[in-house]
């Protein structure tokens, strides 16, 4: 993204965005509020991400056919839920309204040398997401930390049917990074198939923004991003995104770097 404007780049985002409220405390009238945020002067984000409880709620006030999609997660944050619990949690969510689930993997197990755990945790949700609804799976690089093991529990999670593979919770010290998601995104390329990538966690500003947007159309091609391949998780992006697509100040890039 290097060639775009700022305001370029902030529409761009906008499109990409997964406005998200993962606080525990998060309340029904915080929940309304993200509905109305995510539905800008400039457009709308692609979606909101909830926690399973308000789904029904933001289906309720977003109503059937709405152009924000409604995301919520299962085994989250910790990963350490039963394969038949997460899927029953995600039964339940996209009977309430869901339209993407994003999916934390087992990566304490899938540290510990069991990749089995990941592939039958995402095959068994992907079982329940029929199409349209969209799987994304967390991998919690942060956590994983190790390149190798971020390339292979990416690698078994594009096997298993991801439709997108996602870095973080958000909920952990560190969250996305440009090295995790330069290894994603190769990953991806090699598998051939149509997987997205969304980073998520820590990104704040439409300039940590474009080193992502940059990193992805260099390794899979110009203008590869869109709501379809692409997208952020952030709660507070768009206050960024807002103020440059206002022409105020924007913020500068605090995006972990090479």
Excluded at 123 to 136: F, I, N
Aim: glycine content about 6%.
């Amino acid at each position: 993204m290097t060639s775009h404007s700022s305001k370029e780049t902030a529409a761009v985002a906008l499109s990409l965005l997964d406005l998200t409220n993962l606080k525990d405390d998060c309340t029904e009238a915080q929940i309304d509020a993200l509905c109305a945020r995510a539905q800008t002067p400039f457009g709308n984000t692609a979606a909101i991400c909830i926690w399973p409880r308000f789904v029904a709620r933001a289906r309720a006030v977003l109503g059937t056919g709405h152009p924000v999609r409604i995301a919520t997660v299962v085994n989250f944050p910790s990963g350490e839920m039963e394969v038949a619990d997460v899927a029953a949690e995600t039964r339940e969510a996209i009977a309430d309204g869901a339209d993407e689930i994003d999916l934390v993997i087992p990566y304490r197990k899938f540290m510990t040398g069991s990749g089995k755990a990941v592939t039958d945790m995402v095959a068994a949700v992907r079982a329940e997401c029929k199409d349209p609804v969209l799987l994304k799976v967390i991998l919690e690089t942060g956590e994983i930390k190790d390149a190798a093991l971020i390339r292979r529990a990416s690698e078994l999670a594009v096997e298993a049917g991801a439709d997108f593979i996602k870095t973080s919770t958000g909920k952990v010290s560190v969250n996305a990074t440009l090295e995790a998601a330069d290894i994603m995104l190769r990953v991806i390329r090699q598998s051939g198939r149509k997987v997205g990538f969304k980073p998520a966690g820590g990104i704040g500003s439409v300039a940590d923004a474009a080193l992502y947007l940059s990193l992805a159309e260099t390794i899979m091609a110009p203008d590869w991003p869109m709501p379809s391949t692409f997208r952020f998780g952030a709660s507070g992006l768009l206050d960024d995104i807002l103020a440059v697509l206002s022409g105020t100040q924007s913020a500068p890039a605090a995006a972990s770097s090479y």
